[in-house]
C-alpha cells in the first residue's frame, strides 16, 4: 500500500507489517503503539 502525504492506515494486532520507503526523498512517519499483550511480537527467532 502506498500512502500519499497526510494518509493515515491502521495495522490490526497480530497483523504482522513492514514500513519502507520506496522514494528517493525522505521519509517522516509516526507509528502510535499501544502497550499490552500485542506490544511487540517477533516473527522469527533471533539469532
Given at each position: 500500500m502506498n500512502l500519499k502525504p497526510g494518509e493515515v492506515y491502521a495495522v490490526r494486532p497480530t497483523r504482522p507489517h513492514l514500513v519502507?520507503?520506496?522514494?528517493?526523498?525522505?521519509?517522516?512517519?509516526?507509528?502510535?503503539q499501544g502497550v499490552g499483550e500485542y506490544d511487540y511480537v517477533p516473527l522469527a527467532a533471533s539469532r
Open positions: 519502507t520507503n520506496a522514494s528517493t526523498t525522505s521519509l517522516t512517519f509516526l507509528v502510535l
